[in-house]
T-cell receptor, first 112, second 114 residues
Framework: DAKTTQPTSMDCAEGRAANLPCNHSTISGNEYVYWYRQIHSQGPQYIIHGLKNNETNEMASLIITEDRKSSTLILPHATLRDTAVYYCIVRAYSNSGYALNFGKGTSLLVTP | NAGVTQTPKFRILKIGQSMTLQCTQDMNHNYMYWYRQDPGMGLKLIYYSVGAGITDKGEVPNGYNVSRSTTEDFPLRLELAAPSQTSVYFC?????????????FGPGTRLTVL
């Protein structure tokens, strides 16, 4: 089971890009990197996922290094509503199928 | 399309009481999951189901039971509530359960056992 390492907390000014790093040095070749976020007291929300190539959607961009040992989630223009806990998850097969394995995540605070 | 709905939103139980947390999804998803989240921690998988009539244990199943009689519903039963079960409970669903399959979460049930 590939583990991830994320900073405990980060700050970002409103309107600036938020870059959230994640290390997953033991990731296997067919394991996807997923990002979810959890706004206070709400259920986790899917953001983006990728395997090797960089990905972009309406919410964020995901940059995965060539060796796949780390990735960065980019919120291009952070708003106050982006304040949340962000979880980087390596989707690995286990006894529970492909259930998500949430760590503690990074608490992102967007300030005015 | 309501997605994943959970009831109740909040509940306080006394030690030894029982209750059922309800979860319903209207996306015709095959897979459903129950997670719990303790304060300051990530989510841990309690039980999951790959389809009606099929359930399996996750990481922390002790003290809980589940059933899946329909595609839409996946109730979680607590038989003898204990303070250690004080947590926020999230239900989720997904279509196929594969490595590229997105899980959609409900709003959660906040349970306190006193």
């Amino acid at each position: 089971d590939a583990k991830t390492t994320q900073p405990t907390s980060m700050d970002c000014a409103e309107g600036r890009a938020a870059n959230l790093p994640c290390n997953h040095s033991t990731i296997s070749g067919n394991e996807y990197v997923y990002w979810y976020r959890q706004i206070h007291s709400q259920g986790p929300q899917y953001i983006i996922h990728g395997l090797k190539n960089n990905e972009t959607n309406e919410m964020a961009s995901l940059i995965i290094t060539e060796d796949r040992k780390s990735s960065t989630l980019i919120l291009p223009h952070a708003t106050l509503r982006d304040t949340a806990v962000y979880y980087c998850i390596v989707r690995a097969y286990s006894n529970s199928g492909y259930a998500l394995n949430f760590g503690k995540g990074t608490s992102l605070l967007v300030t005015p | 399309n309501a997605g994943v709905t959970q009831t109740p939103k909040f509940r306080i139980l006394k030690i030894g009481q029982s209750m059922t947390l309800q979860c319903t999804q209207d996306m015709n998803h095959n897979y459903m999951y129950w997670y719990r989240q303790d304060p300051g921690m990530g989510l841990k998988l309690i039980y999951y189901s790959v389809g009606a009539g099929i359930t399996d244990k996750g990481e922390v199943p002790n003290g809980y039971n589940v059933s899946r009689s329909t595609t839409e519903d996946f109730p979680l039963r607590l038989e003898l509530a204990a303070p250690s079960q004080t947590s926020v409970y999230f239900c989720a669903s997904s279509f196929s359960g594969t490595s590229t399959d997105t899980q959609y979460f409900g709003p959660g049930t906040r349970l306190t056992v006193l």
